[in-house]
């Protein structure tokens, strides 16, 4: 485990509640590499299979895309068909909302099976430059997950070495 790995995990230990954006402010790390700490499971996706990827999220019936920023969250639900790449965006145009998603800004994607309020999520993260996530992507239908799971199986998940700390 390296001193980062080691840090991220004391801290996950006495801030239980902390967000992935909370520990790398605080740790000076990679927000990707603390979401990856809070995480079941995590495939590191090329950014060369991106288009795999948008394909397999259009496949999907519903899910739910998550952008973030440090003063605002917006969480919409879109049908994954409705997704069009134009150049170097994904775009969803609907009744009532319009959301577009600079692709060229992935360096690689995220995929994650992590624990959540309301039980297991299943996501592709997609990572920039600088390892901020700028954009998830969720699954809303057991289909989806099954679909997702069935997709990362073509890659190696990532040896996550969580140390159980005692916090006294």
Not at 2 to 9: E, G, L
Not at 29 to 51: F, K, N, Q, R, Y
Not at 75 to 83: D, F, I, L, Q, T
Not at 129 to 147: L, S
Request: proline letters at 4%.
């Amino acid at each position: 485990m390296t001193d980062q790995q080691h840090a991220i995990q004391t801290y996950i230990a006495t801030h239980p509640a902390a967000r992935a954006s909370d520990i790398a402010a605080a740790l000076g790390c990679a927000e990707a590499e603390a979401l990856s700490a809070l995480s079941e499971t995590v495939w590191e996706i090329p950014d060369t299979d991106l288009p795999q990827v948008l394909s397999e999220i259009r496949a999907w019936p519903r899910a739910m895309v998550l952008v973030r920023n440090a003063d605002a969250v917006a969480e919409v639900e879109v049908a994954g068909e409705g997704g069009r790449v134009s150049g170097e965006w994904l775009n969803w145009i609907e009744e009532g909302f319009n959301l577009h998603v600079h692709i060229a800004s992935t360096h690689y994607v995220l995929a994650l099976v992590r624990r959540g309020k309301r039980g297991m999520t299943y996501s592709f993260n997609m990572v920039n430059q600088a390892g901020q996530v700028f954009c998830r992507f969720y699954t809303r239908t057991p289909a989806a997950r099954r679909r997702f799971l069935n997709f990362c199986r073509a890659y190696t998940p990532r040896k996550l070495e969580k140390q159980v700390l005692w916090v006294g």
